[in-house]
């Protein structure tokens, strides 16, 4: 098989694998990391836990060895970790976000809080593979089954970590420090916009080496996010689950784009500080910027905007219900459904 070949079987597969995961991903119940009731009784509550996971380690390794080594070449590769640790997640979180409904951007959120972690604290596994390609096609493998698992609903491997993980051993302390961090990290940020450190920021960042600032940005933009995302699914609002899930899908996108300009340009003067701007940009609340990203790019670009702006309806009407006297909520809700229907009247004489 030639080049021009694996390409369109790549591209093929990619695109088959993405519609079976949507497919599944919207229909089926997420379990947390549960069995179903059926397998309650006659196995126990722990056992009865293990059994999807049982199941799904026992698929992927039936996978590993029975697919042809044309489909496992573009699944089991960097590629194939990227369309279903990222590429996927990012659409998803985007379509979270655009729907009202709040209890999927917490999935969604504890996802990318697992999965930020798992990243983070794996980068230095791609300098491996690049020297040793047995263990990078094994690594890529296992890579590839651990994103499936936390994000496939029958297995829900995302909850289960953040359930009896997170939860016991990391959300307390976090909690404690994330709001002392964030002050931190506004006042250094304040110092470093201001134009008199901006050269010395510059500079200190310049002479660092290549990798390491790599390795700089992505801490920068993993770290203090999943602290904070960590309390925000704690928390009972809904509102910091949609600011950082929203802050999630930006950074995912910038990531893959440094990742692409990686590879196809290779390292250019300014491109890491260019990326670490970006990312202070998208990540602290005082610029607001992947709100600005997320409305003005990727809501468009994956053709949710209609679904954003029903998102925003129903945050109207909670905020009026909510802000309103009852002895006037009535009233005024219905002259703002009435409202709507004379634009409606207004669209349709003009057309």
Not at 27 to 46: E, Y
Not at 63 to 71: G, H, K
Not at 172 to 191: C, D, L, N
Request: glycine fraction near 6%; charged fraction near 15%.
């Amino acid at each position: 098989m030639d080049i021009e070949e694996e390409t369109i079987v790549a591209v093929a597969f990619y695109a088959v694998m993405a519609i079976l995961m949507a497919t599944v991903m919207r229909n089926a119940t997420r379990s947390r990391g549960k069995a179903p009731k059926i397998f309650s009784k006659p196995l126990g509550s722990t056992l009865s836990m293990l059994v999807w996971h049982v199941i799904f380690v026992a698929a992927a390794m039936i996978l590993i060895y029975i697919l042809p080594i044309s489909i496992t070449k573009s699944m089991f590769s960097r590629n194939g970790v990227v369309v279903v640790g990222t590429i996927f997640p990012i659409y998803e979180s985007i379509h979270a976000v655009c729907t009202a409904f709040d209890g999927d951007d917490k999935t969604w959120l504890q996802y990318w809080i697992v999965q930020g972690l798992f990243s983070f604290s794996t980068e230095w596994v791609d300098d491996i593979t690049h020297h040793l390609p047995t263990a990078g096609r094994h690594w890529f493998e296992f890579e590839f089954f651990f994103m499936l698992w936390m994000i496939c609903p029958f297995t829900d491997g995302a909850a289960l970590i953040y359930d009896q993980l997170m939860v016991p051993f990391v959300v307390p302390w976090v909690q404690k420090y994330t709001e002392s961090v964030h002050g931190y990290i506004t006042t250094a940020v304040m110092m470093a916009v201001n134009g008199s450190h901006l050269w010395v920021v510059s500079i200190v960042f310049a002479m660092m080496d290549e990798k390491f600032k790599r390795f700089v940005v992505v801490g920068i933009g993993t770290v203090y996010p999943l602290m904070a995302s960590t309390v925000a699914v704690a928390s009972k609002e809904g509102t910091d689950d949609t600011m950082w899930l929203t802050y999630w899908s930006c950074f995912g996108v910038l990531f893959l784009l440094m990742d692409i300009v990686e590879e196809v340009l290779g390292e250019w003067p300014g491109f890491y500080t260019a990326c670490l701007f970006s990312t202070v940009y998208l990540m602290l609340p005082l610029f607001r910027g992947a709100e600005v990203v997320f409305r003005k790019i990727l809501v468009p670009l994956s053709g949710q905007t209609e679904m954003l702006l029903l998102r925003d309806v129903e945050e109207l009407r909670k905020e009026m219900v909510q802000n309103i006297p009852p002895n006037r909520r009535t009233n005024v809700l219905s002259m703002a459904a009435n409202s709507f229907l004379r634009a409606q009247d207004i669209n349709q004489k003009t057309e």
